[in-house]
């Protein structure tokens, strides 16, 4: 696993390759004390900085692992995320993406909020942004 990490007092910047590069001026996730609070993650895949092909399944199944590569290289895993907050392009992938979110985490279910928005950066179907310790 290839990951950085940038300390500035009291918090630590992290960043991995084996994670979408951030498509603006964000790192990947921030670590202050035990918390480790991750950027909104993508359905890219992280060799060519596209989108992945096959809708909203593929888009939100990608995101999750952009997501626990970033989580591992802040030093947490998915058992630990206590807070997501999934964006969607439409709700009415709601129930698709519940599916595949709930596969993903298991018998850990953390806190979470789900909201439709007008847009998503690069025409994603499917973002999701999480705080783990």
Not at 21 to 38: H, I, R, S
Not at 85 to 112: C, E, Q, W
């Amino acid at each position: 696993m290839s990951s950085a990490a940038n300390t500035h007092s009291s918090l630590t910047l992290v960043s991995t390759t084996n994670a979408p590069a951030a498509v603006g001026p964000y790192t990947q996730a921030v670590k202050v004390g035990d918390l480790l609070f991750l950027s909104g993650s993508l359905g890219l895949d992280p060799s060519v900085g596209k989108l992945v092909e096959g809708g909203v399944e593929a888009q939100t199944e990608q995101a999750l692992k952009n997501m626990k590569a970033v989580l591992e290289a802040g030093g947490s895993e998915v058992g630990k995320v206590v807070k997501t907050t999934v964006f969607l392009a439409s709700m009415d992938d709601f129930v698709v993406v519940n599916g595949i979110y709930s596969k993903f985490f298991g018998n850990h279910k953390p806190a979470r909020s789900a909201v439709q928005v007008a847009k998503l950066p690069l025409g994603a179907l499917f973002e999701i942004e999480a705080i783990a310790r």
